[in-house]
């Protein structure tokens, strides 16, 4: 059985530079009204990104919500008009250095669909070979860590490994 | 390395019923300054909800930022000032009408780092029997589907299981 909320009224609060949230107004299956407020994302690219077979290489970078450094796959937003695989090719090199004679498309995720659009395309880079010496865009400040595959689930169990796009790309391993 | 990014700044865009939107500026390691659009969300619980050994119940229900059913573990958001152990156990019987005898932490995911603070909880779920007879809360509106084990990682491929909570869920399996 299909759900449907029908939007009867929107409401723009915000239009940022990444994100924009909107407050819709929806009638519910039952006729009964309700508010659902709504970020939209530009979504991004995430990469499983294999230094050898048994070892990722990963980034680790300050994340302002959580007022410290989270460990993740090299990932990045989709740029205006950019298809993923373009981002994520970009998004490799500017995060790790390398590029990857062998990049391929893994599969999709939504990271929080109770309130935001937000959609992740997940790619593998593999046989990597080196691109730029500087790494981080301008503003951007990165450490690379090298991740034995064999590690990464007492990692996530442990908590060391929390970010929910590196977790669920494991899942394409 | 540690790359702080100290608030210099901080003004309130919007304070809803479920997140709040936050525009920092902060002041980036090489002393320049950026902005950032933090969204605050209360966080929640997913319950890896195990039917027997080889099958889960997941719930599909309608995601207004995709517009379509979405399919995915039960969940539900913390409620102010609840634990989340209470919150998973109140939040299985709501959607799927089960209690459990033997309910676990798994452990925890943050589903998009870049720009919200929203924390899930994984819980497991066995040994269930029968409670509430009506399921969803009261503008809640779900389908209870069961899922083989045996199929999850070909129906993340396929695109089917796409939810990041869920996906990631399957990793403590």
Known sequence: MNFVEKTIGKKSIYEGKIINLNLLKVKLP??????????????????????DQDTLIMVEQFR???????????????EKGEDPETCGKRELEEETGY????????????TSPGFCDEIIYIYEARDLYKGRDDIGDED??????????????????????????TVSSFMFI
């Open 64 to 78: 302002k919500p959580f007022e410290r450094m989270v460990l993740e796959i090299p990932a990045g937003k989709l």
């Open 99 to 110: 590029k990857s004679k062998n990049f391929n498309y893994l599969g999709k995720i939504i």
């Open 140 to 165: 951007e400040f990165i450490n690379l860590k090298e991740i034995k595959i064999d590690r990464i689930k007492d990692m996530i169990k442990s908590g060391d490994i929390e970010d929910a796009k």
């Open 30 to 51: 039952n006729g009964k009204e309700s508010n659902r407020e709504i970020v939209n994302h530009p979504g991004g690219v995430a990469i499983l990104t294999y230094k």
